[in-house]
């Protein structure tokens, strides 16, 4: 077991990294280095945090539009991140996909999407071939709580449900898809009751403290690899940015709302706990945060300086090819 | 031409636009590329490069810096040096710049759904193919008419065209022959009924006319046509081009053969006619007709009955080269016994040769088709063989019917069974 | 060779390829011990149990969007979908996931999926169980659609469907299902993209589509006797789609006629007619024409349901016009 002074200075380390990589990539934008959409996961940091820290390099992640967390969790390295919303060739997905099409299957992050919902489908795809080939991997979906009102929602955990597959659906439910308040969208704003209508089990947890989701994950990862399987986690929590980076704050939701989650800023939460248990304090936070905030200043030169894809390269993997 | 210049889309919902800045003046040099306005649609300010070469004239009543007009708004010209804008006196029609031409789209629609007359720009229509085809074979098309329900002409009427040089005047091929059933014309009326333009023939042309027209006026020419099995000459022929290091023998090649072959047995026909009395030939030579641009040439195979088929073969290759080059001497076109002419590859089965004076015969080979034929009439056998039909036609002065008849049972017959001669 | 039906032809395929490859599995509705709607997997469950032959509910979208996922992570899914209507309501699995898979992870995805089920018009199927959807797939980089009409067809793309890594649409017309035919013994696996020349001939060619490739051969016996040579040309798939063969028969006819039962607007024919028109213009000594069901719904009731699709009569007509023109 990992002590625990270790984990939290590497869940913090996580949550950093997506931070401060995301707050880069907003500047970018705004200097025109992003040629098309930026949605940033400021504010949920946690949640792709406390899961991924389970997760090895066999699990694979099928994410969402709002996916650079999940990939940074899950791996895939800042520099490749960033350059792929330059459209760099160092792109993690060579320039064919910017910020909703993160691929990088070399780590297990099996693609973010463009579309709501079939995110919870692929996952549940994994946990097939999972069971199937008796590998003990897991597929773990992170979805809004906009996509818990589409049919993949339903589709895909009644078939994980019924086969038993080994598979993690993380409801990230930030309360708004794009500016429709989950208030005005569903019956029942929470997500995780609708698990038992596929009699599987439904947690509920705080979305900004990554030991709590941590330690929810956690239990639903250990059930889904002795064959229990899937698990429903919502996790509640909040984007303190725009939609997508460009857009303005329209009023559709309270500026008092904004501020108090701003208040419950993850990173802040956890240090604030590991004071109070007495693991550590700033000192140890602020060497991790500068130590990232270097590595996501090297990351971006790299990105930067990395070439655009050669026009060619635009017509080559459409079918499957011979491997040189 | 003057162009015009338009308040440019920008997009697919811009419809007006405001002009920014002028980037070149009035009467300033515009090079294609180069940036000539500025433009502001929707929120952003968009440089204004030009396709093409010319003199810029803004229309003195055009928008001023600042204005914004519709989409497709006329704002100035550009025009060739000394030439004078439209808005000028004594200025010549506008040439609509691409950018408020109408679309192409709506053009072709409209051409689409034009019922097709039999005549387009005064031509007949003609198929792609049939197009192609006269071009292949220098056939003048445009006097042709087409025998499809579509009226359109046809690859087979051009085909037919150019078996028949009299309907189609410009046609090249076949001046030794008329397909079978067909009355000759003479060329003058041919001229006479050609609808328009009349061209003088070449000096080759010329001279094909007046020997075809002195065979035609002094031979007394009979054709004789046989139907043939041509199987085991076309399985010769599969065989060796299934194997490498074998020289293909073309079908005129091995019908020399078997004609100088023939002409061995028969030596009545291997003769000439002449004013003083019936000259005998001593050897086989045989022409073989080659069509080129220049019309049709008779080069002369030399004794090919007594060279293997791959000599002949090699022989002819480079005799019909040197015909389609023009390197072919006048002696290498003399001296033969009897000429082959093959208008197989056309479709043509049966037709009436003309012979090459002075000889006395001329053999013509058709197309090789495969037919269901009798082999035992009492058990009723039939099979599928490929069949052939030769038209013989022949000097009646010089011989009669029978030793003429019984000169081409023997091609027949080598031609049937190749083993005859191919071993010996 | 040995004599089997097309459905036996396929199925011998997917039994040999199960064998073969621990990584297939079917999914569809009342594939597992009943065998499949249409004897597709007769058999399998018991040799190969129930989770390499996983009986689904109704729920389309779903177990597409489980065979993406599953073949990201390294299985191979063959879905049955009995009808291949039932297909559209997983459209946007397939076209936006499915398809763009390989290329938006530039090769390191791979996405052997097989679609299979069948299509056509016959049998008062009406308007839910009768469509053919192969134009449309065909209009989609990234997938392949394989059309076969004989036994041996069948059996041989459906192995290199198994074998290959794209997403695969396996149409069967339901008419075809229960025909026989000579399939090999040994095992073929017919390359996609080569068209079968079913019948030779040289005044006109015909390029037929599925059960259309059989109404054209009888007709061409008939024509025969009239003297019109038919060439007739079976595709077999339709992404990739071999027109080289297609131009090289025209080569020899100068005319061609497409006929296939599904829809002629944006259909196969159109986009064979102006393959030809690029590279084989100079060949032609006719229009390309097509003959085409009608652009409907399929009706229900027999007399409604045969008159929109091509018959022998129209058929013959459209080929004898066609040499005469």
């Known amino acids: ?27 970018s934008h705004q200097a025109g280095l992003v040629h098309g959409a930026c949605h940033t996961y400021v504010g949920e940091e946690a949640v792709a945090t406390g899961v991924c820290a389970h997760l090895t390099m066999r699990d694979s992640v099928f994410s969402t539009h709002r996916g650079h967390g999940h990939a940074l969790a899950k791996g895939v390295p800042m520099a490749e991140v960033m350059a792929e919303l330059y459209g760099r060739e160092l792109g993690c997905s060579q320039g064919r996909g910017g910020s909703m099409h993160l691929f990088k299957p070399e780590v297990g992050l099996m693609g973010t999407s463009g579309i709501v919902g079939p995110c919870i489908l692929q996952a549940t795809g994994a946990g097939y071939s999972s069971k199937l080939m008796k590998t003990g991997a897991v597929g773990v979906a992170f979805f809004g709580d906009g996509a818990s009102n589409n049919g993949a929602f339903h589709e895909g955990l009644n078939l994980a449900a019924i086969y038993k597959l080994p598979v993690l659906f993380v409801c990230e439910n930030n309360m708004y898809a794009t500016e429709v308040p989950m208030s005005y969208a569903a019956g029942n704003t929470d997500v995780y009751m609708r698990a038992a209508g596929y009699n599987i089990p439904g947690i509920k947890v705080d979305g900004n403290n990554v030991l709590a989701v941590y330690e929810a994950a956690g239990t639903a990862i250990k059930r889904a690899r002795a064959g229990e399987g899937p698990t429903l986690l919502e996790c509640k929590t909040y984007r303190t940015r725009v939609h997508a980076e460009g857009m303005k704050e329209s009023g559709y939701r309270p500026m008092e709302e904004i501020a108090a989650w701003k208040a419950r800023d993850p990173l802040k939460l956890l240090r604030e706990q590991a004071m109070r248990d007495e693991i550590c304090g700033d000192p140890e936070f602020d060497e991790v945060h500068s130590s990232v905030a270097g590595q996501v200043a090297a990351a971006h030169k790299q990105a930067v300086e990395s070439p655009y894809p050669e026009g060619r390269d635009a017509l080559s993997h459409v079918y499957y090819e011979v491997q040189a | ?83 004078k804008a439209p808005f000028e006196k004594d200025a010549p029609s506008v040439q609509t710049s691409s950018a408020v031409a109408k679309p192409a789209s709506a053009a072709a629609h409209e051409a689409g759904h034009q019922l097709a007359p039999v005549l387009r720009n005064g031509l007949p229509r003609i198929s792609p193919r049939a197009l192609r085809v006269a071009r292949e074979l220098g056939v003048d098309w445009k006097s042709l008419t087409g025998s499809g329900t579509s009226a359109r002409i046809l690859e087979r009427d051009v085909r037919n065209a150019h078996a028949r040089p009299a309907v189609a005047p410009q046609a090249l091929a076949g001046p030794v022959s008329q397909p079978a059933g067909t009355a000759p014309k003479a060329p003058a009326l041919t001229i006479a009924a050609a609808p328009a333009v009349v061209t ?9 006319a007046q020997r075809l027209q002195t065979s035609a006026q002094t031979t007394a020419a009979v054709t004789l046509t046989t139907e043939i099995d041509a199987t085991e000459l076309v399985k010769l022929r599969e065989v060796l081009k299934t194997r490498t290091g074998y020289v293909v023998p073309a079908y005129t090649d091995l019908f020399a053969k078997i004609c100088a072959l023939s002409l061995r047995l028969h030596p009545a026909i291997n003769a000439s006619w002449t004013d003083g009395g019936i000259v005998a030939r001593d050897g086989q030579d045989i022409g073989i007709a080659v069509q080129t641009d220049r019309g049709l040439l008779v080069p002369v195979l030399r004794s090919p009955a007594t060279k293997s088929v791959a000599t002949v073969a090699t022989e002819s290759a480079a005799l019909i080269q040197q015909a389609r080059e023009g390197t072919l001497g006048a002696g290498a076109m003399q001296g033969a016994s009897a000429t082959i002419t093959n208008l197989g590859m056309f479709g043509v089965d049966g037709f009436t040769p003309i012979v090459n004076l002075p000889e006395s015969a001329i053999l013509g080979m058709g197309r090789i088709v495969p037919k269901v034929v009798v082999i035992d009439e009492a058990t009723e056998k039939t099979a599928i063989r490929k069949m052939m039909v030769l038209s013989l036609t022949f000097d009646h002065r010089l011989v009669d019917g029978a030793p003429a008849a019984q000169f081409l049972a023997t091609i027949r017959e080598y031609a049937e069974q190749p083993y005859l001669w191919l071993t010996g | 060779m040995k004599e089997l039906t097309y459905t036996a032809a396929a199925r011998e395929a997917l039994t040999e390829e199960m064998a073969r490859d621990a990584t297939i599995f079917v999914m569809g509705e009342g594939i597992g011990k009943r065998g499949g709607n249409f004897n597709t997997t007769a058999g399998l469950f018991d040799l190969y149990g129930g989770v390499r032959l996983c009986d689904t509910p109704i729920t389309e979208r779903g177990f597409i969007g489980l065979a993406v996922g599953a073949a990201m992570t390294g299985t191979r899914p063959v879905i049955d979908f009995m009808f291949v209507d039932f297909i559209l309501d997983g459209m946007g699995e397939i076209m936006n996931q499915m398809a763009k898979m390989q290329y938006m992870s530039s090769g390191r995805l791979t996405m052997p999926v097989v679609l299979r089920g069948c299509i056509g018009i016959g049998g008062a199927s009406a308007t839910h169980h009768s469509g053919n959807y192969y134009a449309m797939f065909a209009n989609v980089p990234g997938l392949r659609v394989v059309v076969p009409t004989t036994p041996a067809d069948a059996k041989g793309l459906f192995k290199t469907a198994l074998r290959g890594y794209d997403p695969v649409l396996f149409l069967e017309h339901k008419s075809l299902l229960n025909t026989k035919g000579p399939v090999p013994e040994e095992d073929v696996a017919i390359p996609f993209g080569v068209a079968r020349i079913a019948r030779e001939g040289h005044s006109v060619t015909v390029v037929a589509l599925t059960v259309m490739v059989n109404r054209v051969l009888q007709v061409a016996d008939t024509l025969e006797k009239e003297g019109i040579s038919v060439e007739v040309i079976d595709p077999r798939t339709v992404s990739p789609l071999d027109t080289d063969t297609i131009c090289a028969s025209i080569k020899k006819t100068g005319r061609a006629l497409v006929v296939d039962e599904a829809f002629a607007p944006c259909g196969i024919g159109a986009e064979i007619a102006a393959r030809v028109m690029e590279t084989a213009f100079d060949e032609l000594d006719a229009p390309v024409r097509r003959l085409n069901g009608a652009f409907v719904p399929t009706p229900y009731s027999p007399p409604l349901e045969s008159v929109i699709v091509p018959s022998n009569d129209a058929i013959a007509t459209a080929i004898r016009d066609l040499v005469r023109e």
């Open chain 2, 200 to 208: 003088p023939p070449s000096a080759t042309r010329r001279l094909i």
């Open chain 2, 1 to 83: 031409m003057a162009t015009e210049i338009v308040m440019p889309k920008l997009g697919w919902t811009m419809e007006e636009g405001t002009l920014v800045e002028w980037k070149k003046q009035d009467g300033d040099r515009v090079s294609p590329g180069e940036i000539y306005m500025l433009v502001e649609s929707d929120k952003s300010v968009n440089e204004i490069e030009s396709f093409e070469e010319g003199i810029l004239r803004k229309l003195p009543n055009g928008p001023n810096v600042g204005e914004t007009v519709k989409v497709g708004t006329v704002i100035g010209y550009l025009l060739a040096p000394g030439e």
């Open chain 1, 1 to 27: 077991m990992e002590a625990e002074l270790d984990l939290v200075l590497r869940l913090y380390r996580t949550m950093a990294a997506i931070r401060l990589t995301e707050e880069r990539l907003a500047q």
